[in-house]
Protein backbone atom coordinates (compact mmCIF):
# COMPACT_ATOMS: atom_id res chain seq x y z
CA UNK A 1 0.00 0.00 0.00
CA UNK A 2 1.36 3.69 -0.88
CA UNK A 3 1.01 5.98 1.80
CA UNK A 4 -0.96 8.95 0.02
CA UNK A 5 1.04 12.06 -0.96
CA UNK A 6 -0.95 14.56 0.12
CA UNK A 7 -0.71 18.50 0.27
CA UNK A 8 0.51 20.49 3.39
CA UNK A 9 -1.73 23.28 2.39
CA UNK A 10 -4.75 20.89 2.18
CA UNK A 11 -4.16 18.43 4.81
CA UNK A 12 -5.61 18.98 8.10
CA UNK A 13 -2.52 16.72 9.72
CA UNK A 14 0.12 19.07 8.12
CA UNK A 15 -0.03 22.37 9.75
CA UNK A 16 2.24 25.34 8.70
CA UNK A 17 5.86 24.90 10.70
CA UNK A 18 6.12 25.76 14.50
CA UNK A 19 8.52 28.95 15.05
CA UNK A 20 11.14 26.52 16.55
CA UNK A 21 11.21 24.26 13.46
CA UNK A 22 11.67 27.19 11.17
CA UNK A 23 14.71 28.36 13.44
CA UNK A 24 16.03 24.73 13.17
CA UNK A 25 15.49 24.93 9.41
CA UNK A 26 16.89 28.48 9.28
CA UNK A 27 20.09 26.87 11.28
CA UNK A 28 20.17 24.39 8.94
CA UNK A 29 20.34 26.04 5.39
CA UNK A 30 22.93 28.19 6.61
CA UNK A 31 24.62 25.52 7.77
CA UNK A 32 24.63 23.51 4.51
CA UNK A 33 25.23 26.62 2.49
CA UNK A 34 28.84 26.71 4.54
CA UNK A 35 29.45 23.03 4.44
CA UNK A 36 28.48 22.61 0.86
CA UNK A 37 26.81 19.38 1.10
CA UNK A 38 23.32 18.55 0.68
CA UNK A 39 23.81 14.53 0.06
CA UNK A 40 22.28 12.15 2.73
CA UNK A 41 25.38 10.34 4.60
CA UNK A 42 24.67 6.96 6.06
CA UNK A 43 26.59 5.67 9.30
CA UNK A 44 27.98 2.71 8.33
CA UNK A 45 28.69 -0.13 11.21
CA UNK A 46 30.14 -3.69 9.95
CA UNK A 47 26.94 -6.29 10.43
CA UNK A 48 24.61 -8.25 7.76
CA UNK A 49 21.71 -6.04 9.29
CA UNK A 50 20.50 -3.66 6.59
CA UNK A 51 19.03 -0.97 8.86
CA UNK A 52 17.12 2.01 8.27
CA UNK A 53 15.90 5.22 11.10
CA UNK A 54 13.29 7.34 10.23
CA UNK A 55 11.41 10.06 11.87
CA UNK A 56 11.94 13.61 13.76
CA UNK A 57 14.41 15.16 16.01
CA UNK A 58 13.28 13.38 18.40
CA UNK A 59 15.09 10.37 16.86
CA UNK A 60 17.73 12.95 14.98
CA UNK A 61 18.97 14.29 18.21
CA UNK A 62 19.98 17.93 17.25
CA UNK A 63 22.81 19.86 18.57
CA UNK A 64 23.80 16.32 20.82
CA UNK A 65 27.57 15.85 20.21
CA UNK A 66 28.82 14.61 17.21
CA UNK A 67 27.25 16.31 14.27
CA UNK A 68 26.74 13.95 11.45
CA UNK A 69 28.59 15.80 8.12
CA UNK A 70 25.34 16.18 6.81
CA UNK A 71 24.24 19.00 8.76
CA UNK A 72 21.26 20.03 6.93
CA UNK A 73 18.82 17.88 9.14
CA UNK A 74 21.08 18.93 12.53
CA UNK A 75 21.17 15.10 12.55
CA UNK A 76 23.75 13.84 15.66
CA UNK A 77 25.70 10.77 15.01
CA UNK A 78 25.23 9.57 18.63
CA UNK A 79 21.54 10.06 18.06
CA UNK A 80 19.41 6.44 19.14
CA UNK A 81 19.32 5.05 15.88
CA UNK A 82 23.24 5.47 16.11
CA UNK A 83 23.21 3.34 19.09
CA UNK A 84 20.86 0.83 18.24
CA UNK A 85 23.08 0.26 14.76
CA UNK A 86 26.09 -0.20 17.64
CA UNK A 87 24.63 -2.84 19.57
CA UNK A 88 22.89 -4.85 17.13
CA UNK A 89 26.06 -4.21 14.67
CA UNK A 90 24.12 -3.53 12.09
CA UNK A 91 24.82 -1.16 8.42
CA UNK A 92 22.58 2.26 9.18
CA UNK A 93 20.90 4.41 7.09
CA UNK A 94 19.79 7.21 9.09
CA UNK A 95 17.21 9.09 7.34
CA UNK A 96 16.25 10.91 10.46
CA UNK A 97 15.61 14.88 10.25
CA UNK A 98 14.84 17.30 12.47
CA UNK A 99 11.49 19.20 11.63
CA UNK A 100 10.41 16.49 9.52
CA UNK A 101 6.57 15.41 9.48
CA UNK A 102 4.94 12.22 8.27
CA UNK A 103 4.37 14.00 4.84
CA UNK A 104 8.11 14.03 4.55
CA UNK A 105 8.79 10.05 4.37
CA UNK A 106 7.39 10.53 0.46
CA UNK A 107 7.98 14.48 -0.01
CA UNK A 108 11.17 16.22 0.04
CA UNK A 109 11.40 17.85 3.12
CA UNK A 110 12.49 21.72 2.63
CA UNK A 111 12.14 21.38 -0.97
CA UNK A 112 15.71 19.70 -1.39
CA UNK A 113 16.01 16.61 1.20
CA UNK A 114 14.92 13.59 -0.23
CA UNK A 115 12.13 11.77 0.81
CA UNK A 116 12.75 9.70 3.87
CA UNK A 117 11.22 6.63 2.48
CA UNK A 118 14.01 6.58 -0.51
CA UNK A 119 16.06 4.89 2.31
CA UNK A 120 13.97 1.74 2.31
CA UNK A 121 14.61 -1.22 0.06
CA UNK A 122 13.64 -4.88 -0.35
CA UNK A 123 16.65 -5.57 1.27
CA UNK A 124 16.23 -3.65 4.34
CA UNK A 125 15.81 -5.53 7.36
CA UNK A 126 15.08 -3.32 10.23
CA UNK A 127 12.76 0.32 10.08
CA UNK A 128 12.62 2.53 13.33
CA UNK A 129 10.10 5.49 13.63
CA UNK A 130 9.04 8.38 15.33
CA UNK A 131 7.22 10.59 13.92
CA UNK A 132 4.15 12.94 14.56
CA UNK A 133 5.15 15.55 17.32
CA UNK A 134 5.57 18.15 14.33
CA UNK A 135 2.08 17.19 12.95
CA UNK A 136 0.92 18.33 15.97
CA UNK A 137 3.03 21.06 16.91
CA UNK A 138 4.04 19.89 20.15
CA UNK A 139 7.06 22.06 20.44
CA UNK A 140 5.33 25.11 19.78
CA UNK A 141 2.46 24.47 21.82
CA UNK A 142 4.93 23.44 24.77
CA UNK A 143 6.63 27.03 23.96
CA UNK A 144 3.18 28.66 24.43
CA UNK A 145 2.34 27.12 27.92
CA UNK A 146 6.06 29.27 29.34
CA UNK A 147 4.73 31.52 32.05
CA UNK A 148 7.47 33.42 34.10
CA UNK A 149 5.17 34.02 36.64
CA UNK A 150 3.18 32.01 38.91
CA UNK A 151 -0.69 31.90 38.61
CA UNK A 152 -2.66 34.13 38.65
CA UNK A 153 -0.21 35.85 36.83
CA UNK A 154 -0.15 34.70 32.80
CA UNK A 155 -2.68 32.45 30.93
CA UNK A 156 -3.15 29.03 31.55
CA UNK A 157 -2.53 27.29 27.98
CA UNK A 158 -4.37 23.64 29.01
CA UNK A 159 -7.54 26.45 29.69
CA UNK A 160 -7.00 28.23 26.18
CA UNK A 161 -6.87 24.67 24.28
CA UNK A 162 -9.43 23.08 25.98
CA UNK A 163 -12.13 25.76 26.23
CA UNK A 164 -13.65 24.13 23.02
CA UNK A 165 -12.98 20.41 22.94
CA UNK A 166 -9.14 19.16 23.37
CA UNK A 167 -7.23 20.52 20.37
CA UNK A 168 -3.96 18.48 20.88
CA UNK A 169 -6.42 15.69 21.02
CA UNK A 170 -7.81 16.30 18.11
CA UNK A 171 -4.65 16.90 16.27
CA UNK A 172 -3.37 13.62 17.12
CA UNK A 173 -6.52 12.04 16.46
CA UNK A 174 -6.08 13.52 13.01
CA UNK A 175 -3.25 12.14 12.10
CA UNK A 176 -3.89 8.34 13.40
CA UNK A 177 -4.80 7.40 9.64
CA UNK A 178 -1.74 8.69 8.23
CA UNK A 179 0.80 7.13 10.45
CA UNK A 180 -1.23 3.90 10.07
CA UNK A 181 -0.84 4.33 5.85
CA UNK A 182 2.75 4.89 6.27
CA UNK A 183 2.84 2.11 8.11
CA UNK A 184 1.55 -0.03 5.18
CA UNK A 185 4.01 1.87 2.72
CA UNK A 186 6.68 0.79 4.82
CA UNK A 187 6.07 -2.93 4.81
CA UNK A 188 5.45 -2.54 0.84
CA UNK A 189 8.66 -0.60 0.34
CA UNK A 190 10.87 -3.26 2.74
CA UNK A 191 8.76 -5.92 2.93
CA UNK A 192 10.93 -8.46 5.02
CA UNK A 193 11.77 -5.75 7.52
CA UNK A 194 11.25 -5.93 11.05
CA UNK A 195 9.62 -2.05 11.98
CA UNK A 196 9.85 -0.53 14.88
CA UNK A 197 7.65 2.21 16.44
CA UNK A 198 9.15 4.39 19.16
CA UNK A 199 7.09 6.63 21.17
CA UNK A 200 7.87 9.79 22.72
CA UNK A 201 9.32 10.58 26.47
CA UNK A 202 8.47 11.83 29.51
CA UNK A 203 9.38 15.16 29.01
CA UNK A 204 8.33 16.50 32.50
CA UNK A 205 7.17 15.02 35.66
CA UNK A 206 3.12 14.94 37.29
CA UNK A 207 2.74 18.78 38.47
CA UNK A 208 6.05 20.04 36.96
CA UNK A 209 8.79 21.76 38.50
CA UNK A 210 7.76 25.55 38.49
CA UNK A 211 9.94 27.73 38.18
CA UNK A 212 12.86 25.41 37.55
CA UNK A 213 11.32 24.81 34.02
CA UNK A 214 8.34 27.86 33.79
CA UNK A 215 5.53 25.95 33.42
CA UNK A 216 2.52 25.97 35.22
CA UNK A 217 1.29 22.47 37.05
CA UNK A 218 -1.59 22.18 35.24
CA UNK A 219 -0.16 23.21 31.72
CA UNK A 220 2.74 20.53 32.78
CA UNK A 221 0.17 17.69 33.42
CA UNK A 222 -1.80 18.98 29.95
CA UNK A 223 1.16 18.39 28.05
CA UNK A 224 2.35 15.36 28.97
CA UNK A 225 -0.89 13.71 29.18
CA UNK A 226 -0.95 15.19 25.50
CA UNK A 227 2.51 13.61 24.53
CA UNK A 228 1.12 10.37 26.26
CA UNK A 229 -1.77 10.63 24.03
CA UNK A 230 -0.01 10.90 20.94
CA UNK A 231 2.36 7.55 22.21
CA UNK A 232 -0.83 6.01 22.55
CA UNK A 233 -1.69 6.78 19.20
CA UNK A 234 1.24 5.21 17.76
CA UNK A 235 0.98 1.92 19.88
CA UNK A 236 -2.07 1.50 18.69
CA UNK A 237 -1.60 1.85 15.06
CA UNK A 238 1.64 -0.06 15.81
CA UNK A 239 -0.15 -2.62 16.56
CA UNK A 240 -2.99 -2.67 14.50
CA UNK A 241 -0.20 -2.32 11.09
CA UNK A 242 2.17 -5.27 12.36
CA UNK A 243 4.95 -3.20 13.79
CA UNK A 244 6.36 -3.27 17.86
CA UNK A 245 6.26 -0.14 19.79
CA UNK A 246 8.68 0.38 22.01
CA UNK A 247 7.49 2.81 25.40
CA UNK A 248 9.97 5.01 25.44
CA UNK A 249 8.03 7.32 27.74
CA UNK A 250 8.50 4.74 30.42
CA UNK A 251 12.55 4.47 29.83
CA UNK A 252 12.44 8.11 30.50
CA UNK A 253 10.14 8.33 33.53
CA UNK A 254 11.71 9.91 36.58
CA UNK A 255 14.52 11.28 33.37
CA UNK A 256 12.53 14.26 32.50
CA UNK A 257 13.12 18.17 32.41
CA UNK A 258 12.65 18.54 35.89
CA UNK A 259 15.82 15.92 37.21
CA UNK A 260 19.27 17.09 38.24
CA UNK A 261 21.55 17.39 35.13
CA UNK A 262 23.15 14.15 35.73
CA UNK A 263 19.97 12.44 35.52
CA UNK A 264 18.24 14.28 32.73
CA UNK A 265 17.73 12.16 29.58
CA UNK A 266 15.86 15.47 27.61
CA UNK A 267 16.79 19.34 28.49
CA UNK A 268 14.30 22.06 29.33
CA UNK A 269 13.54 24.98 28.00
CA UNK A 270 17.54 26.31 29.15
CA UNK A 271 19.38 23.37 28.81
CA UNK A 272 21.90 22.06 31.22
CA UNK A 273 23.65 19.88 28.78
CA UNK A 274 24.90 20.10 24.86
CA UNK A 275 21.40 19.48 23.56
CA UNK A 276 18.48 21.35 21.43
CA UNK A 277 15.94 22.88 23.78
CA UNK A 278 12.82 20.15 24.78
CA UNK A 279 14.78 17.74 22.97
CA UNK A 280 16.55 14.25 24.39
CA UNK A 281 20.02 14.85 25.48
CA UNK A 282 23.42 12.36 24.94
CA UNK A 283 22.39 10.37 27.86
CA UNK A 284 18.69 10.08 26.73
CA UNK A 285 19.72 9.19 23.38
CA UNK A 286 21.94 6.40 24.79
CA UNK A 287 18.95 4.99 26.93
CA UNK A 288 16.49 5.18 24.06
CA UNK A 289 19.00 3.15 21.40
CA UNK A 290 19.45 0.45 24.09
CA UNK A 291 16.06 -0.14 24.96
CA UNK A 292 15.17 -0.10 21.30
CA UNK A 293 17.82 -2.88 20.31
CA UNK A 294 16.86 -4.67 23.69
CA UNK A 295 13.49 -5.40 22.13
CA UNK A 296 14.65 -6.20 18.41
CA UNK A 297 17.15 -8.66 20.07
CA UNK A 298 14.09 -10.01 22.21
CA UNK A 299 11.97 -10.54 19.40
CA UNK A 300 14.55 -11.80 17.61
Given at each position: ??????????S??H?R?S???RA?R???A??????G???P????AA????YVA??DS???????P?P????????S?R????V?AER?G??L???TC?????A???ER????L?P??D???????L????V???????V????????????P????C?D????D????A?????I????G?A??DI???????K???A????Y?R??????KEP???????????S????S??L?E??????????D????????D??A??R?K????????????PL???G???A???T???D?V????
Amino acid sequence: MEFPRTSRRNSAPHRRRSTSDRALRWAAALAVAAAGCLAPVSAQAAGDLDYVALGDSAAAGPLVPGPDPNVACLRSTRNYPRVVAERLGARLHDATCSGAEIADFTERQGGFLPPQFDALGPGTDLVTVTVGGNDVDLVRTAVGCLNAFPEPVGRSCADALTSDGDELARRIDGISGHFGAALDDIAHRAPHAKIVVAGYATYIRPGGCYPKEPVWARDADYLQASVDRLSGMLAEQAAAHGAEFVDIGAVSRGHDVCAAPRDKYLEGVLPTSVAAPLHPNGRGMAAFGTAIADAVQRSG
